[in-house]
């Protein structure tokens, strides 16, 4: 018998009278040390079907089928027999720590609430069970780390901290979903290393969710695909990779090969920038800061100087905590350096100083940011044509149905349907939710746009339509783009030269075909060995 099945789970969801069926008949099976992927696009059921087997859907889903854990049907249970397994022996790893950690807790209180909402625990005894579990996952220092709180943890740290909690009632089953779409690809090798090692010290089955069959092909043993909420082929990893029957199956498989997706957008060619004096130079940015009750200032930046030319793409790649989005956050006027400064067509816009950065209007508006997480960077409460339309209401007195006119445009730009003007965030997917934002970010035609991890926690489909959305916006507007990611595929794929930094300096830097092809920094090197896969390799 399998330690976790599900059996022909249907899901429908009510909203205003209508009935919306999110998963049809899906079933799959994990047996005890084993891992199973569920693989497919974002809405292809994957999550949902974890969720709804599990009881953590909403009231107004409909749930249809069995999820039998060790025999027993979970959707037939009552919500307090249902908590006693949730925790106890499902344990769950969600992808974004950061929403999942609560800001005002430290992470020791954390864990040990992990702990504590199943045993009774003293308060010694539940520190030294706590520091145990950070040092199992891989926490250094874990007596000084243990009282801090979540923003005191890069990103690969959050996500060993919810590894911890998963782990610390040593489950049967532990459920993964995306677990390292949002990390660079040395801290994603370093989790999938920690969480085959925790399987096989624990004997503990692992579902793990991902879009990415090449992440995927690093760890599983099974393979279920989902395309449309429905299962379209099951098979042993080796046999997926090798042999795909589904056409489907195919073109994930063909988009990990190539580091992009199936629908690939021809590529558009840079404006030329020899001779031209750069848009943006960057000269010996220094940042330090200080840590409410540390000692001493931590240093994020050492002697950063770039440029960036005009119709320029240029790609800032390193590890969590190398200094990426601290830089992008310095040229888009957002933080103060501690020293240096950031020039835009030879105008000093950043510098030394006190309280926020004042730039005037022109400068203001010249260089625009696309954040990581577009939901979290749109206000809830508005709809999206309220959000276009505000770059305009602040900037400029254009009358109101010009503004109209101009939100059209912008929705039109950027390949979205009119249609999703009078919504409003939450009822956007993730791909539309970006082309919301970059919208957004392009409206004034800024001359410089800072895309800060834009892609990292959409799909792989998704991101190449957002890739091949910026190419055309660079070629139709002429806006260069300093494009951070820690995805060296899509910067391969994307941008002109490449900026590699480590540990807040920059260890590399030139055009992306000799940097890639002949990486001269052991950082370089490093991060191109990490990338996932045995079949983005064949």
Excluded: W
Excluded at 317 to 336: D, F, M, P, W, Y
Aim: charged share 25%; net charge positive; proline share 6%.
């Amino acid at each position: 018998m399998a330690l976790f099945s599900v059996e022909d789970l249907s899901v429908t969801f009510r909203r205003r009278g209508h009935t919306t069926t999110a998963v049809r008949g899906v079933s799959f099976a994990v047996d005890p040390g084993r891992t199973l992927a569920l693989v497919g696009e974002s809405g292809s059921g994957k999550s949902v079907s974890l969720l709804a087997a599990t009881g953590l859907l909403p009231g107004r889903a409909t749930v249809r089928g069995a999820a039998r854990y060790r025999g027993t049907d979970l959707t037939r249970l009552s919500p307090s027999r249902l908590r006693r397994i949730r925790g106890r022996r499902i344990g769950f790893v969600f992808q974004d720590p950061l929403s999942n950690l609560h800001p005002l807790r430290t992470i020791g209180a954390q864990i040990g609430e992990a702990i504590t909402a199943h045993e009774r625990v003293g308060r010694a005894a539940l520190r030294r069970r706590v520091l145990d579990l950070l040092g199992e996952v891989g926490i250094r220092d874990a007596g000084r780390r243990i009282d801090d709180y979540p923003n005191h943890f890069s990103g690969g740290m959050r996500q060993r901290a919810m590894i911890a909690m998963a782990i610390a009632l040593n489950p049967d089953l532990i459920v993964a979903d995306e677990p390292t779409t949002a990390l660079d690809v040395t801290v994603q090798a370093s989790i999938l290393k920690l969480l085959r090692r925790l399987q096989e010290s624990h004997g503990t089955a692992l579902i793990f969710v991902s879009h990415d069959l090449a992440v995927v092909s690093e760890i599983a043993d099974d393979v279920v695909v989902m395309r449309d909420g429905e299962v379209v082929e099951t098979a042993p990893v080796e046999r997926i990779t090798t042999d795909p029957r589904h056409e489907y199956t195919r073109e994930l498989l063909d988009a990990a090969r190539r580091g992009a997706a199936p629908t690939r957008a021809p590529e558009v060619p840079a404006p030329p920038a020899a001779g031209k004096a750069p848009l943006l130079r960057a000269t010996a940015l220094h940042m330090t800061y200080r840590r409410p009750g540390r000692k001493g200032a931590v240093t994020a930046l050492t002697d950063v100087s770039f440029d960036v030319r005009e119709g320029e793409i240029v790609g800032l790649v390193g590890e969590s905590g190398s200094g990426k989005s601290t830089i992008g956050r310095i040229v888009a006027g957002l933080a103060r350096p501690t020293a240096g400064s950031v020039a835009l067509r030879g105008e000093v816009c950043n510098e030394p100083g006190r309280g926020p950065v004042r730039l005037g209007r022109s400068l203001r508006t010249a260089i625009q940011v696309v954040f990581q997480d577009p939901y979290g960077s749109l206000n809830p409460r508005r709809t999206v044509a309220a959000t276009l339309a505000d770059p305009f209401v602040v900037n400029t007195d254009l009358p109101a149905a010009e503004i109209r006119a101009r939100v059209e445009e912008l929705v039109r730009r950027v390949e979205l349907p009119a249609s999703v003007l009078g919504r409003y965030p939450a009822q956007l997917s993730g791909g539309q939710r970006q082309r919301v934002a970059i919208a957004r970010a392009v409206a004034l035609r800024p001359s410089l746009v800072v895309a800060d991890e834009p892609v990292s926690a959409l799909d792989i489909t998704t991101q190449a339509q957002i890739v091949a959305l910026i190419r055309r916006l660079r070629a139709e507007l002429g806006t260069s783009f300093l494009f951070i990611s820690h995805d060296l595929g899509m910067v391969a794929g994307l941008c002109d030269r490449v900026v590699v930094l480590n540990r807040g300096r920059i260890v590399e830097q030139g055009p992306v075909g000799r940097v890639f092809d002949d990486p001269r920094d052991p950082c370089t090197r490093e991060l191109l060995d990490s990338i996932p896969g045995r079949v983005a390799r064949v």
